[in-house]
Structures are given as structure tokens and as C-alpha cells.
């Protein structure tokens, strides 16, 4: 039906892993043996995109786009207090997956202090639990919790909401 909305990647696929609790966070670009990113590795004024993986197995969950984490390191201060309290040492996590049609998000405006996709210049407010500030994009990025362990980042709990885009 014209104009309704449907899923574009409606559900992880069966026996593809999902994000856990405790996993850890590695670049996407990392090569060999995943590595945990601790708050530092987090350059300033970018965005970092990665997976998560199994610290026991090392073993990355990257079976589904789904599960790509878009990092940043923002000044605590500029958080609101929710997104502040999902953040480790800075570090804001949500999903890297444009919630309009999928697209990845990896744009950071400087100027807008949001992140932009390139398809359609949807804009969130990672500042403010990724709320739609501008676009077509229908709802909020799903934020990821993250506590630090030892200097790492680390999953502390699901996605807000399940991570994708929608199709009209
Ligand atoms: S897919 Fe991001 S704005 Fe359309």
C-alpha cells in the first residue's frame, strides 16, 4: 500500500548474534584479532564506527550491518542527563544504521554539532538521545548503554529499540 511504511531489515535474521552485554567494541576497520576501544581511541571530533565481539571468544557479531555501533567523545557537560548516563567517559553509542531507509551514519556536522546521513540529510541529536532533529527519518537513533571496565568500553545493555530503516 502506497505510503505505509514497512521494515527494512525488520528483525535479526535467526542465529546471527546480537549485540550482548559485556561485549566490547572494536573499530569495523580493525584487522586480525579484535581490539577493545577504551575512550582514547576515540578521536575528537569524529565519529568511529564498530562492532561488538565476544571478549571470551573473540569473536566478532558482525553476521548483520544491524548490529554496527557508531561511536563519538563528546564533552560530558553537553550531554543531556539520560544520554549522560548511557555514556562511558565521554562515549555516546547508537546504532549506525539510519532509521529513514538504512543508510549508514557516519557524518558528523561540526557546525550543527548532529550527526547527517548522506541519503536524505536526516539529523540526529546524539547530545540528546538521538532524537530526529531535522529529515525524513521517523524515529530516534537507537542508543546503546556503555559503563567502562578496566579503561574499555563495554555493552551494558541492549539497544533502546531496534536498530534499522523503514521503506515506503
Ligand atoms: S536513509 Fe537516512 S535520511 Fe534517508
Known sequence: MAGLAA???????AGVDRIEAGDRLADEDGEGAPVALTP????????LLAFPFDPASGQRRDG???????????????????T?????GGV??????CTHQGCDLKTWSAKEQLVVCFCHS???????????????????LPNLPLRLEGGQLVV?????ATPGGMVS
Open 7 to 13: 521494515p527494512l531489515a525488520p528483525a535479526f535474521a
Open 40 to 47: 582514547a581511541d576515540i578521536p575528537a571530533g569524529k565519529t
Open 122 to 140: 536526516s539529523k540526529f541529536d546524539i547530545k540528546d538521545s538521538g532524537a530526529v532533529a531535522g529529515g525524513p527519518a521517523p524515529r530516534s
Open 92 to 97: 555516546v553509542a547508537y546504532s549506525a544504521i
Open 64 to 82: 548483520t550491518r544491524l548490529n554496527k555501533v557508531l561511536l563519538m567523545r563528546l564533552p560530558e557537560g553537553e550531554l543531556d542527563a539520560d
Open 84 to 88: 549522560r548516563g548511557r555514556s562511558a
Open 156 to 160: 551494558a545493555g541492549p539497544f533502546s
